[in-house]
């Protein structure tokens, strides 16, 4: 470990979860910023931080920090990134990366020019069971990978104020469900080579529900579900020509998996034993890059954030969703 000094930007439900993971990591959490000394000195106090900043340019002018974790809506990653990385700080942000791709670009451009890390805050690539199911299908227990499928299905807050159905602020079930099995997938199968989607949208003109079948190198098929009104099993498989995977509820958080032979017999059954909720595992991978001087990333480099990115786009594209902040030279 490179014993990097974070600081927290934002302070909403996903920030404490982090934090508090950080802490029961033993990692170096020194400082929070909010757009409230209020809200800055109530989240320090809560997880013992040295430093509480009443605004985000504060917190990323403080010089005792290296690294800035992002946690603020979609719609703000951009601005908020750039800041950091602009003040010279090492920056993780919170999933999905940007609002598109164009923002996604800009901040890879602008993390290479100033030799930083910047890194999305895909906590799931870095959980001990997929870190195993790597291991497998690159050792080709699976033989070939013929399909994957999941799903990220909940019954959320309806309410047309709230941020979920707000597309001023992102909303909408793909970039704050969706990004997970689509990332999932492109782990996986890589890049798709077509992508066919269909969305439903409510009052608001977020998604709710939106469904995705993608074709891959090699003619591997890929679907996925995402909901934010209604709750559904939360599984994934990955299918292979000699075995496949199934990866319990819920896939996308520290959970159990099977490697299942095409007669029903179980060869390998993974549980997992993680302190927390697992978001410290990410967090570690961006302070070996640090060390190791590896600012591409090597699990989830910023390059294939950024192509995601394009493929939400896409998405978004085919079921009519476009948010207001994008502009008509911005989408």
Known sequence: MTGLRWGILATGGIAGAFASDLRTAGLDLVAVGSRSQESADAFA????IAHAHP??????????IDIVYVSTPHPMHHENAKL?????????VEKAFTLNSQEAEDLQRLASERGLLVMEAMWTRYLPHMVRIREIIAAGTLGEIRAVTA????????????????????????????????SFIWDVLGAPTTVTAVGRLVETGADAEVATIMTHEGGAISTSLSSSRAAGPNTASIVGTRARIDIDHVWYTPTTFRVILPDGSVTEEYVSDVAGRGMQYQAQAAERLVRDGILEGDVLPVAESVAIMGTLDEIRTQIGVRYPREGAANG
């Open 45 to 48: 106090a809560r997880f013992d």
């Open 151 to 182: 799903d990220h299905t909940q019954s959320l807050p309806t309410d047309p104020s709230h941020r979920l159905n707000d597309l001023e602020l992102g909303g909408g079930a793909l970039l704050d469900l969706g990004i997970y099995p689509i």
């Open 55 to 64: 605004s985000y340019e504060a917190l990323v002018a403080d010089p005792d």
């Open 84 to 92: 950091a990385l602009e003040a010279g700080k090492h920056v993780l």
